[in-house]
T-cell receptor, first 119, second 117 residues
Framework: EAGVAQSPRYKIIEKRQSVAFWCNPISGHATLYWYQQILGQGPKLLIQFQNNGVVDDSQLPKDRFSAERLKGVDSTLKIQPAKLEDSAVYLCASSFRLAGGPMSYNEQFFGPGTRLTVL | KQEVTQIPAALSVPEGENLVLNCSFT??????LQWFRQDPGKGLTSLLL?????REQTSGRLNASLDKSSGRSTLYIAASQPGDSATYLCAVLWRNAGGTSYGKLTFGQGTILTVHP
């Protein structure tokens, strides 16, 4: 079974530029998550989707960050304009469903991440 | 506020030693708890998942325990090897009022483990 795919793996941009990250979840997984991991910290949830609807985007800086999940499969996270403090690893994860059902249904599987450096 | 804390922040042990990593959480209303491993420049690999109704889970040389009443989980690694060197993250999925979960994992800061030959 293929895992969560993300691209690009690395990105270096100047501040005030824009950048986009792509994620393809595990086939059949209805729930998709974007996390931000700043160096030395644990990941922090930015946004989660159930199919193509947003479940939680309370920690997404909406003045500069946006995300979409067209057709309930692939997802794109965009930053415009980028700031120095956006330098981090952006992790995408997916799970079969939000909660309920057998244990394996809500286990989250993570992609390799995209390392963003803003200069 | 629902928070997760891991201690120690870093740990260095000689090969072959048994070790324990600690995770504490502020709210006993958890849905499940996951332990992850993160290698430098890589994503997260799930090691063990413990449901709130369980006390422990085992996989090979790894054993994770859960004590909701004290707000603690431990990850026990037996006979450590240099290949175990990585950052270990604990993450909690909180239970909502309806008994299910909103799906948002709250992570600790991680423990950086170094196992030297």
């Amino acid at each position: 079974e293929a895992g969560v795919a993300q691209s690009p793996r690395y990105k270096i941009i100047e501040k005030r530029q824009s950048v986009a990250f792509w994620c393809n979840p595990i086939s059949g997984h209805a729930t998709l998550y974007w996390y931000q991991q700043i160096l030395g910290q644990g990941p922090k949830l930015l946004i989660q989707f159930q199919n193509n609807g947003v479940v939680d985007d309370s920690q997404l800086p909406k003045d500069r960050f946006s995300a979409e999940r067209l057709k309930g499969v692939d997802s794109t996270l965009k930053i415009q304009p980028a700031k120095l403090e956006d330098s981090a690893v952006y992790l995408c994860a997916s799970s079969f469903r939000l909660a309920g059902g057998p244990m394996s249904y809500n286990e989250q599987f993570f992609g390799p991440g995209t390392r963003l450096t803003v200069l | 506020k629902q928070e997760v804390t891991q201690i120690p922040a870093a740990l260095s042990v000689p090969e072959g030693e048994n070790l324990v990593l600690n995770c504490s959480f502020t709210d006993s209303a958890i849905y499940n708890l996951q332990w992850f491993r993160q290698d430098p420049g890589k994503g997260l690999t799930s090691l063990l998942l413990i449901q709130s109704s369980q006390r422990e889970q085992t996989s090979g040389r790894l054993n994770a325990s859960l004590d909701k009443s004290s707000g603690r989980s431990t990850l026990y690694i037996a006979a450590s090897q240099p290949g175990d060197s990585a950052t270990y993250l604990c993450a909690v999925l909180w239970r909502n009022a309806g008994g299910t979960s909103y799906g948002k994992l709250t992570f600790g800061q991680g423990t950086i483990l170094t196992v030297h030959p």
